[in-house]
């Protein structure tokens, strides 16, 4: 995952140290806002298996990625390599699962702060991105600096979840989706300017990762606002009770 390098002794640079850190910076974030939602009483464990199941895969991965990230800067990288390949198999499971969780959520009435057309469009199409990205990653995985790059972009976009729980949602509507899509990306932007003070130049991965969640998000909105995306929001809403909020005809 995170890293490949060509020798052990290279995984103990500056480099690898910083997706080490970065790594425990975006897991603490969905930690951090996962556990303020139980701690305030939004959320409980008292839920469907479902539920538990997402929770245990999507953590699961966080725990992967910076597993793999310490066994790089450890000079550990043949496991990291075999390892690595576990995501074949994870990320597809999450986009399945995070797909699902989405349409469940919208069906309950999903976050109030939310456009329920652009939560219900925007889930799944940023899921694929990510996935997307990991399987770019991999493809491109004896590319150290691709490699541990795009999987950090890939990373950042699972944080949203996180900083949406952190930040004061309920404050900035209507714009509240973009609020964290924007959160999201100060992440990649903190590795650019890094590589920038590090290297002397910006890895072109932190623009392919940046300009790509920007061109899906547009792209999502531009799905969910349309005429098919309302009718598609309130076929998957229809006779639940998620079908009681009101959908505006376009975007505020």
Same mark, same amino acid.
């Given at each position: ?48 298996? =479902? ?28 496991? @990291? ?13 999450? /986009? ?37 990205? /990991? ?7 004896? &590319?150290?600096?691709? @490699? ?35 959160? /999201?990306?100060?992440?990649?932007? =903190?590795?650019? =300017? ?15 990762g940046i300009g790509m969640t920007?061109?899906? &998000? ?17 076929? =998957? ?6 079908? @009681? ?8």
């Amino acid at each position: 995952m995170a890293t490949i390098v060509q020798a052990p002794h290279r995984a103990r640079t500056g480099d690898a140290r910083f997706f080490v850190v970065m790594a425990f910076v975006m897991g603490a974030i969905d930690v951090a806002g996962f556990s303020l939602n139980l701690a305030a009483g939004r959320s409980s464990f008292a839920v469907p298996p =479902i539920f538990h199941v997402h929770a245990f895969v999507f953590f699961g991965w966080i725990a992967l990625y910076i597993t793999q990230n310490l066994l790089v800067d450890g000079g550990s990288v043949v496991l @990291h390599r075999r390892l690595g390949w576990v995501a074949l198999l994870w990320v597809p499971l999450m /986009v399945a699962l995070g797909t699902l969780m989405t349409v469940l959520s919208v069906q309950h009435g999903a976050p109030f702060f939310f456009d329920v057309r652009q939560f219900l469009i925007s889930n799944p199409l940023q899921l694929l991105l990510f996935a997307g990205l /990991v399987g770019a990653a991999l493809v491109l995985r004896r &590319q150290t600096h691709w @490699h541990r790059r795009l999987m950090f972009c890939g990373m950042a976009i699972l944080t949203g979840p996180g900083l949406g729980r952190l930040l004061p949602m309920p404050l900035l509507m209507p714009y509240a989706w973009w609020a964290t899509v924007i959160a /999201v990306l100060v992440l990649p932007t =903190i590795g650019a =300017i890094a590589d920038q003070r590090r290297l002397g130049r910006v890895h072109p991965a932190w623009l392919w990762g940046i300009g790509m969640t920007l061109a899906v &998000q547009l792209t999502a909105d531009a799905i969910a606002f349309s005429p098919l995306g309302t009718a598609f929001t309130r076929s =998957i809403t229809a006779g639940t009770a998620g079908g @009681h909020r009101p959908i505006t005809p376009a975007f505020p």
